[in-house]
């Protein structure tokens, strides 16, 4: 299996820990339009995978606080500052935070923004109560 | 037929971009294919389940293919994934992959079956003609943005 290309000239690589896939797919699709390259993962089991890969760089963690398993965002925030004290991680609690944590990344971008970071609360927020009112029919 | 229309991340229509969902709970696995995806310019959706290729299904965000692994957690393995699809999403075929030979009894649904460790150009490239073989919509045929 080929492995990855190391990224070229400056562009920064984002991990994006986030266990919410409406929140995660829109975050990384927001973070790409700016010109990051985004490596996704759902939980912080998935993320100390590819830290732990050494053909993978990555410049910035961005993750939620709360999500599912036996490590929370804190806790990996904590396993990263004890062996890759070098990497700029960023917590973030609720779709807000994380919104806002993504549109001060994007503000120094490769890219100008692709839209208005609003556009990305409300595409989350639509797209979980469309699904919360499906599973109560 | 629905005609199928690509939204970008803010739901704006994307007319041109071909979107692929790649569903593997093996991290490594799901990025190498996803960014063989992109590097050609493929909008990729991304799950690590079936219940969250689902959810993406289900949002309206369009996808023209979805690249999924047989094995994965409970409930919902890759063969009840691509039955649920066809089914529910007749139009978007799905390609299998699994690191044991393919011994699925119920194909439908199923375009291809990859097994692991797969080519990831041959697997993209496959999928790109499949994407190419769907019928293409006229302007006036799009999807309501979800």
Known sequence: MNTPAPPTSTQETILVVEDEVYVRMTVAEYLRGCGYKVIEAASADEAIVVLQNTEITIDIVFSDVDMPGAMSGFALAQWIRERRPDLHVILAGTVDRAVSAADDLCENGPLPKPYHPQVVVDRIRRLVAARAAKRQR | ?146
């Open chain 2, 1 to 146: 037929m629905a005609c199928p229309t690509s939204y970008d991340g803010a739901g704006q229509v994307n007319a041109d971009a071909r979107s692929v969902l790649v569903v593997d709970d093996e991290i490594l696995l799901r990025y190498l294919i996803a960014e063989q995806f992109r590097e050609r310019g493929y909008t990729v959706l991304e799950a690590v389940d079936a219940q969250e290729a689902l959810s993406i299904l289900e949002s309206g965000t369009v996808v023209q293919a979805v690249f999924t692994d047989v094995l994965m957690p409970w409930p919902i393995d890759g063969v009840a994934l691509a039955r649920i699809i066809a089914t529910k999403w007749p139009s978007v075929p799905v390609v299998l992959t699994s690191g044991t030979p393919d011994r699925v009894d119920d194909r439908r649904g199923v375009a291809a079956f990859f097994l692991k460790p797969y080519d990831l150009q041959k697997v993209v490239e496959h999928i790109g003609a499949l994407i190419d073989a769907r019928p293409s919509c006229p302007p006036d045929q799009a999807d309501s943005v979800a």
